[in-house]
């Protein structure tokens, strides 16, 4: 069974930075692509991130490019998502994802 948990999130100012986890087991961590998605209050599920199985291949939404960094330890089956200079409208609820598989979420509000 695949579980993926997530840490980090919660109240930061704009222009503040977050640094969100999300470690992975019931899968080999290794060998998969992960993504990052939000969903903003009464919005859609959106893409933020992804990210190869090496790393060595990222991808991200035009409206996180430059400000947002995902990362992975596949010593440590564990996935980041770096988030400097927030705005706002990056509050929402992030979730991590492996092929078919969601973390729980975790909230990020950013607020003055």
């Known amino acids: 069974q695949v579980q993926l948990v997530q840490s980090g999130g919660g109240l930061v100012q704009p222009g503040g930075a977050l640094q969100l986890s999300c470690t992975a087991s019931g899968l080999l961590f290794r060998a998969a692509p992960m993504d990052w998605y939000r969903q903003p209050p009464g919005k859609e599920r959106e893409f933020v991130a992804r990210?190869?199985?090496?790393?060595?291949?990222?991808k991200y939404a035009d409206s996180v490019k430059g400000r947002f960094t995902i990362s992975r330890d596949n010593s440590r089956d564990t996935l980041y998502l770096q988030m400097n200079d927030l705005y706002v409208n990056d509050t929402a609820v992030y979730y991590c994802?492996?092929?078919?598989?969601w973390g729980e979420g975790t909230a990020v509000t950013v607020s003055s």
């Open positions: 994802k492996a092929g078919s598989n």
């Open positions: 990210i190869s199985n090496t790393g060595g291949t990222t």
